[in-house]
């Protein structure tokens, strides 16, 4: 099964609406972190924002906001303001930290989305 | 800043080479990584390394082995390439803390068996 799912595979945003791209995952282990990475045109892929399962708020970087609905794991990001330079794949991941180091923390990664944001 | 640098951004080679890929990071973090990029399915763990000489397989690791002498430098090896091999490979280094974990990626190598 699988333990990130990003249902969009690609979205419209105008520029400096704001928008929402979805992610859901699933896990037993009740410590786990939530990461979102950019990753433009050029390949590099881009921390943007993590949130841990414990955190009490949502977290936030500038324009980036994770809204982390703990009860329906969901880990959506919402990017307000969106600019042209916001248009690349986005990838919503997940490290379960019980076996912190081992074998099973890695880093799982959805299969992304295509934000396209058009002028 | 953290700099991880893999040394081909693009590299053709024929069926049955073997194939190094080379990745160095500055920022001396314990954590190395190599994924796989295809279309449709995102990113997939090829190996990992916590420490020098410590490796550990990742989801799939058939056909790869990895090689990490040194604590900067973490190798990629295709013993005797394939075309299903053709794909974009990431590295990526991280430094874990209790709380959090941030990747740092190489700007990637596209690779193509012929």
């Known amino acids: 099964a699988q333990k990130i799912t990003q249902t969009q595979p690609g979205m419209f945003v105008q520029e400096k609406e704001a928008v929402t791209l979805d992610c859901t995952y699933d896990t037993s282990d009740p410590s786990y972190g939530l990461f979102w990475y950019k990753q433009p045109s050029s390949g590099e892929m881009i921390f943007l924002i993590y949130q841990g399962s414990y955190d009490q708020q949502n977290a936030t970087e500038g324009r980036y906001s994770l809204n982390f609905q703990k009860a329906r794991k969901s880990a959506n990001l919402v990017i307000s303001a969106s600019q042209l330079g916001d248009s690349a794949m986005y990838f919503c991941a997940m490290r379960e930290m019980t076996n912190y180091g081992g074998s099973q923390g890695n880093l799982i990664f959805g299969k992304g989305t295509k934000l396209s944001v058009k002028p | 800043d953290v700099k991880v640098t893999q040394s081909s951004r693009y590299l053709v080679k024929r069926t049955g080479e073997k194939v190094f890929l080379e990745c160095v990071q500055d920022?001396?973090?314990?954590?190395m990584f190599w994924y796989r990029q295809d279309p449709g399915l995102g990113l997939r763990l090829i190996y990992f390394s916590y420490d020098v000489k410590m490796k550990e397989k990742g989801d799939i690791p058939e056909g790869y082995s990895v090689s990490r002498e040194k604590k900067e430098r973490f190798s990629l090896i295709l013993e005797s390439a394939s075309t299903n091999q053709t794909s974009m490979y990431l590295c990526?280094?991280?430094?874990?803390?209790?709380?959090?974990?941030?990747?740092?990626f190489g700007s990637g190598t596209q690779l193509s068996v012929l």
């Open positions: 990526a280094s991280s430094l874990i803390t209790a709380t959090n974990e941030k990747l740092f």
């Open positions: 920022m001396d973090h314990e954590n």
